[in-house]
């Protein structure tokens, strides 16, 4: 039966991909230098999951009896989770050359006369179009909207609309590695937006978009009511020529949203709730400030509670051939949802080299702090760290521009819970699913991984290939799913830090200029750490593949 399930994963997906040509117009439309370079991440580190009603910066609590995240994208990240992880630093590059007035946020498309360009905004994902305006992306919401058939104009007052669909189909095999227990999971999920810019002045900006998010065949009667909200909706103030102020629902994704990401890659994504404000220094540094409210505070029967928030501090500067990234990121939550009173404080660094065809990126950060267990009213100090390295080269020469990337990265662990210090290192909200493996086994946190990528970009299409290794930073400590949940507990007892091995094939094909397909499939061979919960003797791969029809006007 397993065997004929994971034959089934591949042809539904080879047979879901093979047949579709791009047309003639994408190589102009999303070509390798534009679509495919302009890539930003869509894809967090307590037991905290968003449902698809519910998926939001806090995120809810819910989980799946195999200990999978519930929500509309199986194994969700957790604090409301997206890549083509070789792209990221092409979104620094197109940031680095010019003023942020001047040209607008990295990852946003000039205009194109000859698309007839309907958008404001718009990105490409490693899956296809999206739309961002936040963090990396900024662009304020003052300045009035590239020209386009969905753009008006009134004098001085400008307004703009957008629209986006995502359709996905996913299907899950053998979740909990055991191959005596049947747990083959189909589902169809979609989101569906519709975004309004008003810019008045080039001095006040509002972005209201809503959007609806559901699993298919999820209502109870086909008349049920649609699960629809609000997912941004905030002023913008040009303050001065150089300064940018945010106030309201907004989404935040930075560098390549290992710690604050907009998780594009899931249906309902992330938002936060609070100020923002940007300072352009300089033609090649800007400087950010931002205060969110996570959970409000609680007084009352179920307890007292201070609440969530999230603050940080964000320095980019840019140049031709590189740049670098300064951050400070205060995350406190007593908001009663963890298992401890969280207060720490992430202190990190990015650089990033490009120089002809060679890419090279390290991250490094450092949190400290305090942790307060409800259960026990006991203090532990938090002293935890993570890195991530990479180096990528692109033959640019050669047709299709193939490239090969590594990578290592790893995160600190706690293995002894007793000793009055806490090294597990909290990713905080990120697109997790970008950077350990579409399957979503794996996060930022007690991992020490390697990772090999082989890709091509064939008549603008991108097809490429990851090789994932993960090990436990430490073997006694608890292994983190993608949403930092528990996927398997702590074991004092575990003599192995193998976790397994993760290979995933993905492929996106751009269909017209603003409508792409994607799919990919993805297997993990779990290791010898597995072995304790699951069994030596019933130990078996797990699969996962989807269909994704993304498309954005």
Request: hydrophobic share 40%; net charge negative; proline share 5%.
């Amino acid at each position: 039966m397993r065997s004929r399930s994971i034959a089934w994963v591949c042809a539904w997906f080879v047979s879901a991909t093979a047949w579709a040509q791009p047309p003639s117009e994408v190589a102009e439309g999303a070509s390798d230098t534009e679509a495919d370079t302009e890539v930003a991440v869509e894809v967090g580190s307590t037991d905290e999951h968003p449902t698809a009603e519910e998926a939001t910066a806090g995120g809810s609590d819910g989980a799946d009896v195999l200990g999978r995240p519930s929500g509309p994208d199986g194994l969700d990240e957790r604090r409301g989770e997206d890549d083509d992880l070789d792209d990221f630093n092409d979104i620094d590059r197109t940031a680095s050359s010019a003023p942020a007035e001047a040209e607008g946020p990295a990852n946003v498309e000039a205009p194109d006369p000859a698309l007839g360009t309907t958008t404001f905004d718009r990105w490409e994902s490693p899956w296809g179009p999206g739309r961002s305006a936040a963090g990396e992306r900024f662009r304020s919401a003052a300045t009035p909207p590239p020209p386009g058939s969905l753009h008006w104009t009134w004098g001085r007052v400008h307004v703009a609309i957008g629209a986006q669909y995502f359709a996905r189909a996913e299907l899950r095999d053998n979740a909990s590695f055991n191959r005596n227990v049947e747990d083959l999971d189909f589902r169809v999920d979609h989101r569906a937006r519709l975004s309004l810019r008003v810019s008045a002045y080039d001095r006040v900006g509002v972005v209201l978009e809503f959007q609806d998010v559901r699993f298919w065949g999820s209502e109870a009667t086909v008349g049920g009511l649609p699960s629809t909200r609000l997912h941004q909706g905030y002023v913008d103030l040009k303050v001065a020529s150089w300064l940018d102020l945010r106030v309201g629902r907004q989404e935040l994704g930075y560098g390549e949203d290992r710690l604050l990401g907009v998780l594009d890659w899931a249906q309902a994504a992330r938002a936060f709730n609070g100020l923002f404000a940007r300072v352009t220094a300089a033609n090649w540094l800007t400087i950010d400030a931002f205060g969110m409210l996570l959970h409000p505070k609680i007084m009352g029967p179920e307890g007292d509670y201070s609440g969530a928030y999230l603050s940080g501090l964000y320095g980019r500067a840019r140049a031709d051939f590189g740049g670098v990234d300064l951050y400070l990121l205060g995350h406190f939550d007593d908001s009663g949802r963890r298992e401890a009173n969280d207060r720490r404080a992430t202190l990190g660094a990015r650089v990033f080299l490009d120089v002809a065809g060679l890419n090279l990126m390290g991250e490094g950060a450092y949190q400290v702090g305090r942790r307060t267990l409800y259960s026990l009213a006991r203090d532990e100090s938090v002293s935890a760290g993570a890195f991530a390295a990479r180096a990528r080269y692109t033959f640019r020469a050669l047709w299709g521009s193939p490239y090969v990337a590594v990578e290592g990265l790893g995160a600190t662990g706690d293995g002894d819970p007793t000793d009055g210090v806490h090294r597990t290192f909290d990713q905080l909200f990120p697109t997790a699913h970008v950077h350990l493996g579409y399957i979503d086994y794996v996060a930022w946190q007690n991992v020490v991984a390697a990772r090999g990528t082989l890709g091509w970009r064939p008549f603008g299409a991108h097809v490429w290939v990851d090789v994932h290794r993960f090990h436990l930073w430490d073997r006694r400590g608890v292994w983190f799913d993608a949403s930092g949940a528990r996927f398997l507990g702590a074991n004092p007892a575990n003599e192995h830090s193998d976790m397994g091995t993760e290979v995933d094939v993905s492929v996106t094909i751009p269909l017209f200029a603003h409508v792409s397909i994607a799919g990919a499939l993805a297997i993990f061979v779990p290791g010898r750490a597995a072995a304790p919960t699951f069994g030596p003797a019933t130990l078996t791969p797990s699969t996962w593949a989807f269909i994704y029809l993304r498309s954005q006007i």
